[in-house]
């Protein structure tokens, strides 16, 4: 019995004691306290410990190498301020045993030496809060070096050198922080930081406002990247099958560029107003997808450089002061489908790009619709080109066995009032002939009109452009646009001049077809473009 009674006691004991060396306490930090700086309470802290850190100034660099640490401010950033008094050192550096700490609520400054970083999570360091901080004045701000599984949320970053950098970390989520006005990158991800998540963060004003350097399979969700001096979003040296869904891309040097990166999904962002390009692929960035993107009011809308396979689709490139759309220099076997290219100066444009496919597309009220430079075997097939000023469709300097079929070209150039065509509709400006049959010229146009709304041989200088046969109704697999009235006053004003022998005959107001214009072709012609009739 005693035996039992010795094993109780012997195990009451160890129970207490266990419970003893697991209970976390609180420990303060600040005048009157035991601990007057935040390095001495960390030194006499144990795992699952709080430090409670009180208002004032602290300067000091804070090393923290304990688990399961939480180190707040007892009211906020806004009262709390640990400032580095040794500039080269991190301010805040949690090393190796240091998984599950916590930090928050400071205003953290003045790590200013090379690397030095306002909060530094080292390697192996993993399983961290970052919350509610603001990090300013330092080389970077939140550094993260082969640490993952951390959480770095609500924290204001600005006015360092690079606001937030990750090396070779993963499985990071990034929330809510606001990384605005530092010299280099807002957000830099480099040297395989893979698996990350960043959701609703702002990068403004920044040199470039997010940057992924070899990176791959991150996510960015509803992230602002704005007024950045460069780059808005820049994927560089073969960052991978990132993800880019609902970001908003404005008001950068350029909007979201590429380069030597693949297998990347753009999906949702909105890109306008850059100072350069909207986005940009050059250098082998190859295999990306881009899915109802809007890149507007950039100088240029869409640019790829020597970058192929890459996927177009339901995508906005209007209004930029240049392109909409411009391939440029070796792209091939890239593919729009169903994107808009409205009122650019030039909507589609190809430069020494072969072998790419354009379908259903949009090119409206452009300057120039679609121009084709030594750029060969492209196929432009079920597109609406409508209404541009100056060109329809534009091929010059061999660019040769392109299929341009079943499209929509209707009322681009200017109405020529004799012959009742539309000048430049089409221009082959180079000595190949071009193949150009199948597609649909505009409500009333015959043999004669489309004939003389090509821009071709010319005084046998340049080559013909076959368009016959050609679709005497709009094509039904090209977007359907809303045409230019058939005729209009002016065309009854017309009809009435030639009937009475003050105009050339021309076959475009001979309406009934019986090979000459009489008042009754001008009067038909006027109850068709007041409404009352159709022809």
Avoid at 102 to 107: A, P
Avoid at 429 to 445: I, L, P, T
Avoid at 470 to 475: A, D, I, K, L, R
Wanted: glycine share 8%.
């Amino acid at each position: 019995m005693n035996k039992i009674n010795n094993s109780v006691l012997v195990l009451a004991i160890i129970a207490l004691l266990c419970g003893t060396a697991s209970a976390a306490t609180t420990i303060y930090v600040g005048p009157g306290e035991a601990n007057a700086m935040i390095q001495g309470a960390v030194n006499n802290a144990t795992s699952g410990d709080t430090i409670i850190v009180r208002d004032g100034p602290y300067n000091e660099n804070v090393n923290v190498g304990v688990t399961h640490l939480t180190i707040q401010s007892e009211n906020g950033s806004a009262n709390c301020f640990v400032n580095a008094s040794d500039p080269d050192d991190h301010v805040f550096n949690v090393s190796m045993f240091g998984n599950y700490t916590n930090i928050s609520g400071f205003t953290i400054r003045d790590a200013t030496g090379d690397g030095a970083a306002g909060i530094y999570l080292g390697l192996g360091v993993d399983y961290c809060n970052i919350a509610d901080n603001i990090v300013s004045n330092s080389d970077v701000g939140i550094s993260t070096y082969h640490s993952n599984n951390n959480t770095i949320t609500d924290n204001t970053v600005n006015s360092n050198d690079c606001g937030v950098r990750m090396e070779m970390s993963r499985d990071n989520t990034l929330q809510n922080n606001i990384v605005n006005s530092n010299e280099g990158d807002g957000i830099y991800l480099s040297m395989f930081s893979d698996d990350n998540v960043f959701t609703n963060n702002t990068a403004n004003l920044n040199d470039c406002g997010i940057h992924l350097h070899q990176s791959n399979d991150n996510a960015f969700t509803d992230n602002i990247a704005n007024s950045n001096d460069g780059n808005g979003i820049y994927l560089s040296l073969w960052s991978s099958n990132n993800t880019f869904t609902d970001n908003t891309v404005n008001s950068n040097d350029c909007g979201v560029r590429m380069e030597m990166s693949r297998d990347n999904t753009l999906q949702n962002n909105i890109v306008n107003s850059n100072e350069g390009d909207g986005i940009y692929l050059s250098m082998f960035s190859d295999d990306n997808v881009f899915t109802n993107n809007t890149a507007n009011l950039n100088d240029c809308g869409i640019h790829l450089h020597q970058s192929n396979d890459n996927a177009f689709t339901d995508n906005i490139a209007n209004s930029n002061d240049g392109n909409g759309t411009y391939l440029s220099l070796g792209c091939s076997n890239n593919t729009f489908t169903n994107n808009t290219a409205n009122s650019n100066d030039c909507g589609i444009r190809l430069r020494q790009s072969n072998n790419n496919t354009f379908t259903k597309n949009t090119v409206s009220s452009n300057d120039y619709g679609i121009r084709l430079y030594q750029s060969n075997n492209n196929s432009i097939t079920c597109n609406g080109v409508c209404n541009n000023a100056q060109r329809g469709l534009h091929l010059f300097l061999f660019s040769r066995d392109n299929s341009i079929s079943y499209n929509n070209i209707i009322a681009n150039g200017d109405c020529n009032a004799t012959t009742g065509g539309w000048e430049w509709q089409f221009v082959n400006d180079q000595s190949n002939d071009v193949e150009a049959r199948h597609n649909y010229w505009g409500a009333g146009m015959n043999n004669t009109t489309i004939d003389a709304s090509l821009h071709d041989d010319d005084e046998g200088i340049l080559g013909e452009v076959k368009f016959y046969p050609f679709e005497t109704e709009p094509v039904t697999c090209a977007p359907t646009h809303e045409e230019t009235p058939a005729f209009t006053t002016t065309d009854a004003a017309i009809a009435l001049q030639i009937a009475v022998g003050n105009r050339e005959y021309g076959s475009r107001w001979d309406v009934n077809s019986d090979g000459r214009v009489t008042s009754l072709d001008a009067l038909m012609i006027l109850q068709a473009a007041t409404g009352n009739g159709s022809l």
